[in-house]
């Protein structure tokens, strides 16, 4: 490694640390973790076919001060090189899991729990080599989705990924990732501390419109304390609307992923649960809020897992709800609108809360 590189890793590095304390986050980062493999991988199923999701182990989101998020604590405060990258991608595309089904996935979701766009925390060059070795291993592969902020888009960029893109056996769609948390202006940024405007947002639908790009657009349900269950199936209503309006003007595919917001440790979230200020939204307030997007022209995506990123007792799964997981699961894959009907009138979550 140069000076230079050197000098901006440390510069990165230190961004990282003020950032963390002025989110008054408690966790640390993952420094034992082999930088040669990644973070973490899995698969879901959706109407769009079989998806591999990865995680790679990088140097964190240089953002890192939002309020319910611990996602950089599983990753590097230190610099990750380009080598490791690239052998991350060679663990995963090897790996005896993903080899077998490789022949039939159809989305690959790119995460860094950050900005894989953002080239001081992941490196060009392995994005480059990625895309190479995803082009060779994955036939049917038709849609890349990028998880970033907005501020790391470059127009330049997506142009060259997308003509990469378009060299393999099946002609690949980019979409972009991109954390909004909550539609409240007040509560995403002055609350959450998410740091996205929606003309940010909107500048960024303008740009993906140019090049028929996709956005994958990420929210919480009852993403902070002091906002009751009613306030958070609306704030995701009011999200479902909102990007349906986006997806009409600008001629965009959009898909809304809506996580049930667990509590992650070692943030102020969790110091809330803890004193009894806060509780995650209810499964059946979640199927309720998505029903909203029933005739619209945006696709849904519910978020079911925690990723083991919760605190004890902080998942947004309540005892007894483990066959209700399995029902909104055949909603990801269906997009039948009767499921999340079903569940948000089913009596059984009330005898499930009855016994908490």
Known sequence: ??????????????QILRATLRGH?????????????????????SAEGPILFVVFYSQACRWSRCLGCNLPARM??????????????????????????????????????????????????????LIAKLNLHLPQMSVLCLETRAEYVDVAELEFIARALKEGATPTTLELGIGFEAFDDRIRNQVFKKGLKLEQFEALCRKVATYGFGLKCYFMQKPVPGMTDEEAVLDTERAIDYLSEKSREYGIRINLHLNPTYVA???????????????????????RAALRAEGKPITIFLGLSDEGLACKGGSFIRPGEEQIVQTLHAFNRTQDFAVLRGVASNSHFDRAESRL
């Not at 986050?25 to 973490?40: C, I, L, S, T, W």
Request: charge should be negative.
């Open 1 to 14: 490694m140069n000076k230079e590189t050197t000098n901006e890793g440390q510069r990165v590095e230190d």
């Open 25 to 45: 986050k408690g966790y640390h980062f993952d420094e034992q973790h082999d930088p040669n493999r990644p973070a973490d991988f899995w698969f879901q199923e």
């Open 76 to 129: 590097s405060q230190k610099h990750v090189s380009y080598q490791a990258l690239i052998s991350q991608v060679d663990y995963l595309l090897n790996h005896p899991e993903v080899q077998p089904r490789c022949s039939s996935l159809r989305k690959v979701i790119v995460s860094n729990n950050g900005s894989v766009l953002d080239e001081a925390t992941f490196s060009s060059t392995a994005l480059i080599y």
């Open 265 to 287: 440790f070692g943030t102020v979230l969790e110091q809330c649960f803890r004193k009894g200020e806060y509780s995650p939204p209810k499964l059946k307030d979640v199927a």
